[in-house]
């Protein structure tokens, strides 16, 4: 059974940091693609960071320079330091799983960046 997991949510004020985790289960964590997406009230779901298996990253132009993806497989984690948060940052944030044609997702932390 598939499970990912991420924790690391919570309120910050704005230029604060936060870093999230997901831990993955029930698949080849190395094999698999990883992504962190966030999405606002009201707002679709958007890509905010993906690193492939290979540890090719990208990154959406409005978090350049502010967030870091990174994973360690042997922890079957993937991270996404955010730096310099912004209140527009604020969203609940899913990572994703992409493995063998199949996307499984995790059931989101919430960020918010408030004074």
């Known amino acids: 059974q598939v499970q990912l997991v991420e924790s690391g949510g919570g309120l910050v004020q704005p230029g604060g940091s936060l870093t999230l985790s997901c831990t993955a289960s029930?698949?080849?964590?190395?094999?698999?693609?990883m992504n962190w997406y966030r999405q606002a009230p009201g707002k679709e779901r958007d890509l905010v960071a993906r690193?492939?298996?290979?540890?090719?990253?990208y990154y959406a132009n409005s978090v350049k320079g502010r967030f870091t993806i990174s994973r360690v497989n042997a922890k079957n984690t993937v991270y996404l330091q955010m730096n310099s948060l912004k209140p527009e940052d604020t969203a609940t944030y899913y990572c994703?799983?992409?493995?063998?044609?199949?996307?499984?997702w995790g059931q989101g932390t919430q960020v918010t960046v408030s004074s």
């Open positions: 994703k799983a992409s493995v063998d044609f199949t996307n499984y």
């Open positions: 690193i492939s298996k290979t540890s090719s990253i």
């Open positions: 029930g698949f080849t964590f190395s094999s698999a693609a």
